[in-house]
């Protein structure tokens, strides 16, 4: 399964790119980690469901505000069939992240109704402040932080929940298997896009930093996670080096 590790770079602002990203990988994350290692209790993943569904219900409204500020409509098609992926018809992303709550013993209503930690919203503006940067290119550079890590978080929580929790039943993992998938196309086209449409150092860095951020934000959103759910001692590190 391709990952961000993974990806074929062909200059050295994509190399930087990626390595921006991995400064703030969510698998080195210690609650990723205590997932793999089939450390949580399901109550705590219980409660990583509700909060998390504020990224799954947001994030097409990431994938939204680089589309309506990229004037060029190539790119802009891109990101369309990467929105009708997330909210199209009965099987939305959003669905079945409901399934995966219910997998979990948790009632969809209450998943929606969930009251969110300030960790968890400051996290969800970032990213959309991120994505709507008036330079496009900043907005896909924060996307691709999100998208080129998720088919391999999607595969490792996958196979945590049926190697640790007891949960492989297809419509509870549903939400994973899919993102195993599309993700991967998903991060390789961001990838060459930005690597075509950032000629000057000036946009590199700014996608760069914009990178950077969102990786930030995530792992900001999980910190909080650690720090309301888990009674393990703090967090020892914030920040992770590629």
């Not at 602002?13 to 390595?19: G, P, Q, R, V």
């Not at 698998?27 to 909060?51: I, M, R």
């Not at 994938?63 to 500020?69: A, D, E, I, L």
Request: proline residues 2%; glycine residues 4%; hydrophobic residues 40%.
């Amino acid at each position: 399964m391709t990952n961000a590790n993974d990806l074929l770079v062909s200059s050295q602002f994509e190399s930087d790119l990626l390595a921006a990203v991995m400064e703030y990988s969510m698998l080195k994350h210690p609650f990723y980690v205590a997932w793999t290692e089939g450390k949580l209790s399901k109550p705590v993943l219980a409660e990583y469901a509700k909060q998390y569904y504020a990224h799954v219900s947001a994030f097409p409204t990431y994938v939204s505000g680089v589309h309506s500020r990229c004037a060029d409509l190539s790119i802009r098609q891109e990101l369309l069939e990467n929105l009708i992926e997330e909210e199209r018809g009965d099987e939305n992303h959003p669905e079945l992240w409901l399934r995966f709550a219910e997998g979990l013993g948790v009632a969809r209503e209450d998943v929606r109704a969930a009251e969110l930690l300030s960790s968890t919203g400051d996290s969800v503006r970032r990213l959309q402040s991120l994505t709507q940067d008036e330079d496009y290119r900043a907005g896909l550079a924060a996307l691709f932080a999100y998208e080129s890590q998720i088919p391999e978080v999607a595969r490792t929580k996958r196979e945590g929940l049926k190697n640790f929790y007891g949960i492989a039943d297809e419509r509870a993992v549903s939400f994973f298997r899919v993102h195993e998938s599309i993700d991967v196309l998903h991060q390789q086209v961001e990838l060459q896009t930005l690597g075509r449409q950032c000629q000057t150092r000036t946009q590199q860095s700014r996608a760069i930093a914009a990178a950077r951020a969102a990786a930030k934000a995530l792992w900001g959103f999980l910190d909080g996670i650690t720090a309301s759910y888990l009674s393990a001692a703090p967090v020892a590190k914030s920040r992770v080096q590629a």
